[in-house]
Nanobody
Framework: QVQLVESGGGLVQVGGSLRLSCVASGQTYTSLVMAWFRQAPGKEREFVASISGIGNAPDYADSVKGRFTCSRDNAKNAMYLQMDSLRSEDTAVYYC?????WGQGTQVTVSS
């Protein structure tokens, strides 16, 4: 069984940066895609970024392209999300998703 733990959220000003981490434990498969989603208050959960297990090819939502960078370290069963040039609309709970499992989420708040 897989468990996911996210960390790195916090409060940052507009234009600032944060780096989120997601570490998987349990029965992991490096071939599986890992992904980030987010959910803002009153909105549905939405895709942010993903990264393949083979080749580590990232994919991004249009709203974060050029500002966010998703990376992965298979040796550590970890995925990262470097978030730069943050905007107030990036405020949300960010969730890691892997092998059909959701992490508990980490709050990101961008203040203006």
């Amino acid at each position: 069984q897989v468990q996911l733990v996210e960390s790195g959220g916090g409060l940052v000003q507009v234009g600032g940066s944060l780096r989120l981490s997601c570490v998987a434990s349990g029965q992991t498969y490096t071939s599986l895609v890992m992904a980030w989603f987010r959910q803002a208050p009153g909105k549905e959960r939405e895709f942010v970024a993903s990264i393949s297990g083979i080749g580590n090819a990232p994919d991004y939502a249009d709203s974060v392209k050029g500002r966010f960078t998703c990376s992965r370290d298979n040796a550590k069963n970890a995925m990262y999300l470097q978030m730069d040039s943050l905007r107030s609309e990036d405020t949300a709970v960010y969730y890691c998703h892997y092998a059909g499992i959701w992490g508990q989420g980490t709050q990101v708040t961008v203040s203006s």
